[in-house]
């Protein structure tokens, strides 16, 4: 009997939240999908690194499994306040708490598996859409294949049905101590409009709108540190409830004063409805408010990142194997030779970068480079040259500088045009996020080489390999004539293939080069610690064979420089277009699914709670604008009073979201361009992310106002 | 003359084919302009159809309803809402007040919707009140108020536009019968001041006896009417007591 009840008032539920359903399921289909993705077989063949992004989606499921605890919390109270009075009647005859209590539990858990099943069912093909994008990244043909991962699914089910675990034992601590007349008050309380001290609460607006000004202003002026974010976020989420609380009065307030507002047509209705909802609703708003901020500013960093991804290979890898040598004379014969096994080579060039014991471009860069954000600064703005000889990290020690019969080669082998100088003119190659920063006192000035004096002729900024290999950031390119003045700094190897080089290749390359240079595999360099420690070496002999050779093994690489590229930098001895380009892209996914993932989540959480708020209330609203339609109000008034008391309501949380998450996303977007040399602004990200945002957002508020209307209509 | 309302061979039919329910049969009357007019009937009887009818919440099987000439069943929706904002006011057993307004803004809502001013509105609202006997209710939310008082705020409400009708849907029906009482005072007040046209649906034949003319409906047709003329209350309760008893209807205060 119990169970056929709880089937039955389950199937009601599922009629009555829908929207809630279709919500969980799609978390669900989110967790499995991904799950499946990050457990798969093939995903950890073709990629070492899938390891990063199962920790990055483990870290992304914990904030999942705690606001869709939330939500079934929220959604749990919710229905057990709405049918209250329906539980009442079940205590007046004679049914126990206990027994009520786990009627409740089945019921939830029988909507929960009902999600959860539609949720796998969607989640798979979900999970081989994910594969083919993965497949696309690693240039790799997918063949779709059934079959369901028992460990994805496994791991799903546990974090799902977890998820549902502590909020149902809560809600059976709640059933213990209620009463009959307590159910039947709850139904009531819904109803109830408590007058507050509102005119005191009014105030925490304003504090509250201060409070998120005051946390913006912290995060522009201040320097960043752990404390500062903190304190920030504190003041952001302080600043939020304050604002709904406040703002709840306040419109208290305003309809008690008779505000204008309350004699124009409707409004007095509409302004009652948003008023009492707000005063029962103030913290599930500022939820709402939050997570939809955070969505916000997940899309836009997602977008950051693949737009960069677009860019990066293409800026930092243009020739499709690069490699450099410390040593000005090597002839990269080892090299070459592995490559030609690999794959047939269409076009090659050996040549040296030199330097002319010159400073003045880095010193220069050293100031106006933005991405360098004033470190190497005095107090006046100059070069402050101590600091900057002790910790400049991103040029040589002198400007580099390129033959132009060696820079035409390159062009000519990535299909540019070649350039002409004049027997006295000298061009710059510079990377185009840093070409932004040269003014006319570098771009005029003229270079002496010798006794010639060269005159600028043009600045180049085709994407070039600049992060260490061809210049840090610039090379300089003058006639080749002048190539006795100049000192050889480093040389270097470019080549173009027929075709795309096996997987191997890079390996290989690197295998060579650190058996040369005395570099170590990671397993080398941990095999070799193992074995000092057994036998007994001392600390500092430890610590000293660290120091030489962590930055090798980690870093991989033996670059003097690596430009100023920050955040994602690519930067390495050896270069292999394929490869690079796989890992990059790599990374980069591992930084955009996890935080789509938790930002689609989280959206749709939020939009959950909206839609449920105002549809399950529907039935109270049925006799609201029966009353309005009694008082003479024409069905087309009606659903003008529906549409702008939802929108107001939708748009309130999101206006809100958009006004806090759109400073500090344009923000970190310039400054994102300023250190990757991504393409776009901090606006254009932003832009992308808010039209996905107000698409999801769109469809959840057009099956509320229909499902609203339909519901009132009855 | 002075005719107001005229219902000319009114009928509804709920259902189809076999299993037609005829809920208002071949109904004729008229209403004059001022007139406290009853309808009294046992439950299902049809004088609820009746009042929906009239007041444009449904609509006629067959069958005309004029207001001063006007035809209502011939109306498109929009002018029919338009009809019932400018024309019409309602009372009803279970009050219908918006549980989010205060009294005040229950009755102030009734003419914000109408778009009057600020300037129009607060004297006419805040008389009524005080005429009533709510002023001192006004902040009031109606869960704070008593079933007499949220009745008589939904009698301002339904006057305060001057509406040419005021219909009443068992008015008295969840009022103790103090309550009621006021309450039917009330609507004297409101016939008499107010010179309200007042049109009210009751099975109680106390409630009945407040009014000047009474239609008495049996399955959906009027079998009998009775006019107080220069009765006293007493008299007219008796006399509408005596039909009631012809017809086994409510002759709980016969005895």
Same mark, same amino acid.
Not at chain 1, 331 to 354: H, K, N, S
Not at chain 1, 459 to 484: C, E, L, M, W
């Given at each position: 009997m119990l169970i056929r009840l709880s089937l039955r008032n389950a199937r009601r539920s599922i009629r009555d939240y829908l929207i809630y359903l279709i919500t969980m399921s799609g978390v669900a289909a989110l967790m499995f999908a991904f799950d499946s993705v990050v457990f798969s077989k093939d995903i950890a063949r073709m990629c070492e690194d899938a390891s990063i992004m199962g920790a990055m989606i483990g870290l992304a499921t914990i904030f999942i499994i705690l606001i869709v605890s939330w939500?079934?919390?929220?959604?749990?109270?919710? &229905?057990?306040?709405?049918?209250?009075?329906?539980?009442?009647?079940?205590?007046?005859? =004679?049914?126990?708490?206990?027994?009520?209590?786990?009627?409740?539990?089945?019921?939830?858990?029988?909507?929960?598996?009902?999600?959860?099943?539609?949720?796998?069912? %969607?989640?798979?093909?979900?999970?081989?859409?994910?594969?083919?994008? +993965? !497949? #696309?990244?690693?240039?790799?043909?997918?063949?779709?294949?059934?079959?369901?991962?028992?460990?994805?699914?496994?791991?799903?089910?546990?974090?799902?049905?977890?998820?549902?675990?502590?909020?149902?034992?809560?809600?059976?601590?709640? +059933? @213990?101590?209620? *009463?009959?007349?307590?159910?039947?008050?709850?139904?009531?309380?819904?109803?109830?409009?408590?007058? =507050?001290?509102?005119?005191?609460?009014?105030?925490? $607006?304003?504090?509250?709108?201060?409070?998120?000004?005051? %946390?913006?202003?912290?995060?522009? @002026?201040?320097?960043?540190?752990?404390?500062?974010? +903190?304190?920030?976020?504190?003041?952001?989420?302080?600043?939020?409830?304050?604002?709904?609380?406040?703002?709840?009065?306040?419109?208290?307030?305003?309809?008690?004063?008779?505000?204008?507002?309350?004699?124009?047509?409707? !409004?007095?209705?509409?302004? @009652?409805?948003?008023?009492?909802?707000?005063?029962?609703?103030?913290?599930?708003?500022?939820?709402?408010?939050?997570?939809?901020?955070?969505?916000?500013?997940?899309?836009?960093?997602?977008?950051?990142?693949? #737009?960069?991804?677009?860019?990066?290979?293409?800026?930092?890898?243009?020739?499709?194997?690069?490699?450099?040598?410390?040593?000005?004379?090597?002839?990269?014969?080892?090299?070459?030779?592995?490559?030609?096994?690999?794959?047939?080579?269409?076009?090659?060039?050996?040549?040296?970068?030199?330097?002319?014991?010159?400073?003045?471009?880095?010193?220069?860069?050293?100031?106006h480079n933005a991405a360098f954000g004033g470190e190497y600064c005095d107090q006046n703005g100059q070069l402050d040259l101590s600091q900057f000889e002790k910790n400049n990290w991103a040029y040589y020690d002198y400007d580099t500088y390129m033959l132009e019969g060696d820079y035409n080669e390159l062009r000519n082998l990535l299909g540019l045009a070649p350039i002409t100088l004049g027997q006295e003119g000298y061009a710059i190659q510079v990377k185009p996020r840093v070409a932004k920063y040269l003014d006319?006192?570098?771009?005029?000035?003229?270079?002496?080489?010798?006794?010639?004096?060269?005159?600028?002729?043009?600045?180049?900024?085709?994407?070039?390999?600049?992060? =260490?290999?061809?210049?840090?950031?610039?090379?300089?390119?003058?006639?080749?004539?002048?190539?006795?003045?100049?000192?050889?700094?480093?040389?270097?190897?470019?080549?173009?293939?027929?075709?795309?080089?096996?997987?191997?290749?890079?390996?290989?390359?690197?295998?060579?080069?650190?058996?040369? *240079?005395?570099?170590?595999?990671?397993?080398?360099?941990?095999?070799?610690?193992?074995? &000092?420690?057994?036998?007994?070496?001392?600390?500092?002999?430890?610590?000293?064979?660290?120091?030489?050779?962590?930055?090798?093994?980690?870093?991989?690489?033996?670059?003097?420089?690596?430009?100023?590229? #920050?955040i994602i930098s690519l930067a390495a001895d050896t270069l292999v277009q394929k490869t690079e380009r796989q890992a990059t892209m790599f990374a980069v996914a591992s930084i955009i699914f996890p935080i789509v993932y938790i930002g689609l989540v989280f959206l749709c959480i939020a939009l959950t709670i909206l839609a449920v708020q105002q549809l399950s209330d529907s039935g109270k609203y049925r006799f609201r604008f029966d009353v309005l339609r009694k008082l003479g109000l024409s069905e087309r008034q009606i659903d003008g009073v529906v549409w702008r008391q939802l929108l107001i309501y939708y748009m309130l949380p999101a206006l809100f979201a958009v006004l806090l998450s759109s400073g500090i996303s344009i923000l970190a977007g310039n400054k994102f361009v300023v250190y990757t040399g991504a393409s776009g602004s901090g606006l254009y990200y932003y832009g992308l992310s808010l039209m996905i945002f107000f698409g999801v957002y769109l469809l959840y508020f057009l099956a509320t106002y229909v499902g609203f209307v339909r519901n009132i209509r009855k | 003359m002075n005719e107001f309302i005229k219902v000319c061979d009114v009928e509804k039919y709920y259902g189809e084919g076999n299993n037609i329910t005829k809920a208002v049969n071949r109904v004729s009357f008229s209403i004059d302009h001022g007139e406290f007019v009853g309808i009294m009937g046992a439950s299902g009887s049809g004088k609820s159809t009746l009042l929906n009818m009239l007041s444009t919440i449904d609509h006629v099987t067959a069958g005309h309803i004029y207001y001063d000439g006007l035809d209502i069943t011939a109306l498109r929706s929009e002018q029919v809402a338009q009809f019932r904002k400018y024309n019409l006011g309602f009372v009803f057993q279970d009050f219908n007040l918006l549980d989010t307004l205060t009294i005040e803004e229950n009755i102030r809502l009734a003419m914000t919707l109408?778009?009057?001013?600020k300037q129009e509105i607060d004297p006419v609202v805040h008389g009524m009140m005080s005429k009533?006997?709510?002023?001192?209710?006004?902040?009031? $939310?109606?869960? #704070?108020?008593?079933?007499?008082?949220?009745?008589?705020? %939904?009698?301002?409400?339904?006057?305060?536009?001057?509406?040419?009708?005021?219909?009443?849907?068992?008015?008295? =029906?969840?009022l103790d019968s103090r309550s009621s009482m006021m309450?039917?005072?009330?609507?004297?007040? &409101?016939? @008499?001041?107010?010179?309200?046209?007042?049109?009210?649906?009751?099975?109680?034949?106390?409630?009945?006896?407040?009014?000047?003319?009474?239609?008495?409906?049996?399955?959906?047709?009027?079998?009998?009417?009775?006019?107080?003329?220069?009765?006293?209350?007493?008299?007219?309760?008796?006399?509408?007591?005596?039909?009631?008893?012809?017809?086994?209807?409510?002759?709980?205060?016969?005895?």
């Open positions: 939500l079934i919390h929220y959604m749990v109270r919710f &229905m057990l306040e709405k049918r209250s009075r329906e539980f009442g009647t079940y205590l007046l005859l =004679g049914m126990d708490q206990k027994k009520i209590a786990r009627l409740y539990l089945i019921e939830n858990l029988i909507m929960g598996s009902v999600a959860f099943v539609i949720g796998v069912f %969607a989640g798979f093909f979900l999970e081989q859409g994910l594969l083919v994008l +993965f !497949y #696309q990244l690693f240039s790799k043909e997918y063949q779709i294949h059934v079959g369901i991962s028992p460990v994805g699914l496994g791991v799903a089910f546990v974090c799902f049905f977890a998820c549902y675990l502590k909020t149902l034992r809560k809600s059976r601590k709640l +059933f @213990r101590n209620m *009463t009959i007349s307590d159910f039947m008050r709850m139904e009531k309380e819904n109803e109830r409009i408590k007058a =507050g001290r509102d005119r005191i609460l009014q105030l925490l $607006f304003p504090v509250g709108i201060l409070l998120l000004v005051g %946390a913006y202003v912290v995060i522009c @002026r201040l320097t960043f540190s752990v404390g500062i974010l +903190f304190l920030c976020l504190a003041m952001t989420v302080a600043g939020i409830y304050c604002f709904y609380s406040g703002l709840a009065s306040l419109l208290f307030c305003y309809l008690e004063r008779k505000g204008a507002g309350t004699y124009r047509k409707q !409004y007095l209705f509409i302004l @009652r409805q948003l008023a009492s909802k707000l005063r029962t609703m103030r913290f599930t708003m500022g939820t709402i408010s939050l997570l939809l901020c955070v969505a916000l500013l997940g899309g836009s960093i997602a977008m950051m990142f693949a #737009q960069y991804q677009e860019t990066a290979v293409r800026n930092v890898l243009p020739f499709d194997v690069l490699v450099y040598n410390e040593d000005a004379d090597y002839r990269f014969e080892q090299e070459r030779r592995i490559i030609e096994e690999d794959t047939p080579i269409a076009g090659e060039l050996v040549y040296q970068i030199y330097h002319n014991e010159d400073k003045s471009m880095i010193h220069y860069l050293a100031v006319e006192e570098i771009k005029d000035r003229v270079v002496e080489v010798g006794a010639a004096n060269l005159k600028p002729e043009g600045i180049y900024t085709d994407d070039f390999s600049q992060n =260490g290999h061809n210049g840090a950031d610039f090379v300089i390119i003058v006639p080749d004539k002048v190539r006795d003045e100049l000192t050889a700094y480093y040389s270097l190897y470019a080549a173009k293939l027929v075709a795309e080089p096996s997987d191997a290749l890079k390996n290989k390359l690197d295998q060579y080069t650190n058996g040369k *240079t005395g570099r170590m595999t990671e397993d080398e360099y941990l095999a070799k610690l193992e074995s &000092m420690i057994a036998s007994g070496a001392s600390v500092e002999e430890i610590e000293a064979f660290e120091q030489e050779k962590q930055l090798l093994v980690f870093a991989g690489i033996s670059l003097k420089a690596t430009g100023s590229d #920050q | 109408h778009g009057k001013s009533l006997g709510i002023a001192e209710i006004a902040d009031k $939310f109606p869960y #704070q108020v008593s079933g007499g008082q949220k009745q008589r705020c %939904a009698c301002a409400r339904a006057l305060v536009n001057q509406p040419k009708l005021v219909l009443a849907d068992e008015p008295t =029906g969840a309450l039917l005072d009330t609507f004297t007040l &409101m016939n @008499r001041e107010f010179h309200a046209t007042i049109l009210m649906v009751t099975h109680d034949a106390f409630s009945a006896s407040y009014c000047g003319r009474i239609l008495f409906l049996k399955d959906g047709q009027i079998f009998h009417e009775l006019s107080r003329g220069e009765k006293t209350r007493r008299e007219f309760l008796n006399q509408i007591l005596d039909v009631l008893a012809l017809t086994g209807g409510d002759s709980g205060y016969a005895d």
